[in-house]
T-cell receptor
């Protein structure tokens, strides 16, 4: 069956460091993969989309990689700030423009 | 751009009553909207796909007679939870699908969510 795995344990890092979050999937061949940020009690906010033929994408302090051979995406936040603390969700696109979400990884950036 | 609103943000109702949640795309038209449910510490689970001018398609295990979806215009979809029970208490989130014109770059934009509590 299809599965999307993200680290269920919270990731705690110091301000200024680079946070790296992992998304692994099985039994999928997504056309594209997306990363979202979700704050408590709020809906997800779209961050980045990366297509199957793209290896890497950047947006300001964010970087996403997509390895369709390893079936893995890495999400990096450089020069992290306490305001980056949130849960980060990866989502894979399937048929009918549907998205299937991972369980998310909670990031805490400490001073 | 790409703002999606939901109303209400929070609702408490008695068991057996019906609750309607609205989802609006404020600055773009969306022929397709999606409804999700999220339980605490869990991921978003897709409930149904709402298509403007046609019937919604429901995911396996989601009762279409209990969760009525109407997508009457290109900017509005509604979800009605009928005869709500305590187990329907959850965080309901809608999204609107926006086409970018660039293949493989279309994406969903989410509303802020509605917290439903059924007593």
């Amino acid at each position: 069956s299809q599965k999307i795995e993200q680290n269920s344990e919270a990731l705690n890092i110091q301000e200024g460091k680079t946070a790296t979050l992992t998304c692994n999937y099985t039994n999928y061949s997504p056309a594209y993969l997306q990363w979202y940020r979700q704050d408590p009690g709020r809906g997800p906010v779209f961050l980045l989309l990366i297509r199957e033929n793209e290896k890497e994408k950047r947006k300001e302090r964010l970087k996403v990689t997509f390895d369709t051979t390893l079936k893995q995406s890495l999400f990096h936040i450089t020069a992290s700030q306490p305001a980056d603390s949130a849960t980060y969700l990866c989502a894979l696109a399937g048929g009918g423009n549907k998205l299937t979400f991972g369980t998310g990884t909670q990031l805490k950036v400490e001073l | 751009g790409a703002v999606v609103s939901q109303h209400p943000s929070r609702v408490i109702c008695k068991s057996g009553t019906s609750v309607k949640i609205e989802c609006r795309s404020l600055d773009f038209q969306a022929t397709t909207m999606f409804w999700y449910r999220q339980f605490p510490k869990q991921s978003l689970m897709l409930m149904a796909t709402s298509n403007e001018g046609s019937k919604a398609t429901y995911e396996q295990g989601v009762e279409k007679d209990k969760f009525l979806i109407n997508h009457a215009s290109l900017t509005l979809s509604t979800l009605t939870v009928t005869s709500a029970h305590p187990e329907d208490s959850s965080f309901y989130i809608c999204s609107a699908f926006r086409t970018s014109g660039e293949r493989g770059s279309d994406t969903q934009y989410f509303g802020p969510g509605t917290r439903l509590t059924v007593l």
